[in-house]
């Protein structure tokens, strides 16, 4: 199959913006896509478009991604719309590199959108639900943030994580969003502060939980020789890898690691052909500090047990050997589920093209890593490569 790249990327302010719907927050995200491609993209050139929504409150379900893409003049291009929890932009935008690679379209939108502070706490409590074990888990009681808890108390138990590893990531996530005028909580915190939080599900506090977020993001998606006409630098999607797993903690054998994490990010490698050392920066689901950790170890960044090392070390630092989440991550920049997939791809392609807020020294490979749920769901994994034409 041939190659595909990205041409364009760009998201809407995330945040809690009730003045907003799906519909506005999704045409700015796609006009900051379109702006960021150096020329004129025609509207009749996108062919296809693969849109993801968990559809939070219930506005958003069904026909949405028709009446997005109507919205925002794609007039009669076959649509559709992708729900799978967190990870669902993460699986349109591997729908939409399917369609270029296997030549159903040169040009594809990708992206998604969510409105979750435009309704009620026990709507959004149902609806995040819906992102875990139903039949078992959710029916007894156990929360979003209960089951990441559970996997924290775990790592804690097995590796002696501490409280403080924990906090260290909302640390240096605030002080990458604050520098990121799109994120919704663009503030820095102090270590103290983000340990000494109000707690949410023991041993996770506040500052160790991702926002409820509006908000959306798109990606333009073509061929090599569309992608050529547009730029000297291509954002070559170089690996893809997918997968899913038991979604239920109490059908898995260990709450220390996310099996199709691994199974992603090994798939995604060996499409690249490149390892985890060859990586310059990552984006990674950090929808509960404990996700990044364990995003550290099921994606090779290191050892079982070392994440927190690498975390004190200062490694996932911008100024470390693997910055990751520059962006400001979810705890930061925002969780607008459906958007939050495409919105690491935004990240990525500015990292890539030098003009990210928070900027890494000549990158060349850069990763994203999208869970759904509790990690059983679904995960996406996708590496990029900056490619410079001759």
Same mark, same amino acid.
């Given at each position: ?92 935008? /591997?729908? &939409? $590199?399917?369609?270029? +690679?296997? =030549? ?7 992206? #998604?959108? %969510? ?52 906090? /260290?990531? &909302? $640390?240096?996530?605030? +002080?990458? =969003? ?7 909580? #663009?503030? %820095? ?202």
């Amino acid at each position: 199959m041939r190659d595909a790249y990205v041409l364009g990327a760009g998201q809407s302010p995330f945040g809690s913006l009730p003045e907003e719907t799906y519909l506005t927050l999704f045409d700015e995200a796609f006009d900051a896509a379109l702006a960021s491609i150096n020329g004129d993209v025609a509207l009749d050139q996108i062919e296809a478009a693969y849109l993801g929504t968990l559809g939070v409150g219930g506005r958003q379900i069904g026909l949405s991604g028709p009446a997005v893409t109507e919205h925002i003049g794609l007039h009669g291009i076959p649509t559709t719309r992708v729900e799978n929890a967190c990870a669902a932009s993460g699986y349109a935008f /591997r729908q &939409a $590199v399917t369609a270029v +690679r296997a =030549g159903l379209a040169d040009v594809a939108l990708a992206g #998604g959108y %969510e409105m979750m502070t435009d309704t009620s706490s026990d709507q959004t409590r149902w609806w995040l639900g819906v992102s875990g074990e139903t039949e078992w888990e959710r029916t007894s009681g156990t929360t979003f943030a209960g089951v990441y808890a559970q996997m924290a108390s775990a790592h804690i138990a097995q590796y002696e994580t501490t409280v403080e590893d924990l906090s /260290r990531v &909302a $640390v240096k996530n605030h +002080r990458n =969003g604050a520098q990121n005028p799109k994120a919704h909580l #663009g503030f %820095e915190c102090s270590l103290d502060e983000a340990v000494s939080a109000p707690l949410v599900a023991d041993p996770l506090n506040l500052y160790h939980c991702c926002p409820t977020t509006d908000g959306a993001s798109a990606v333009i998606v073509a061929s090599e020789a569309v992608a050529r006409e547009y730029s000297d630098t291509l954002i070559r999607v170089a690996g893809m890898g997918a997968s899913s797993g038991r979604v239920g903690l109490f059908q898995r054998e260990s709450l220390t690691s996310i099996p199709a994490s691994v199974r992603a990010g090994k798939a995604a490698y060996e499409a690249a052909n490149i390892g985890p050392e060859d990586l310059d920066f990552a984006e990674v689901h950090d929808c509960f500090a404990i996700a990044e950790l364990l995003a550290y170890e099921d994606l090779g960044f290191c050892d079982r047990g070392e994440a927190s090392q690498l975390l004190r070390e200062g490694s996932t630092d911008p100024g470390g050997t693997l910055p990751t989440n520059t962006s400001g991550g979810l705890k930061s920049k925002g969780h607008p589920i459906g958007a939050t997939g495409t919105g690491q791809i935004v990240e990525a392609f500015e990292q890539l093209r030098g003009e990210a807020h928070v900027q890494v020294a000549e990158p060349r490979y850069g990763l994203t890593h999208n869970v759904g749920g509790s990690g059983g769901g679904g995960v996406t994994v996708h590496i990029f490569e900056r490619v410079k034409q001759a």
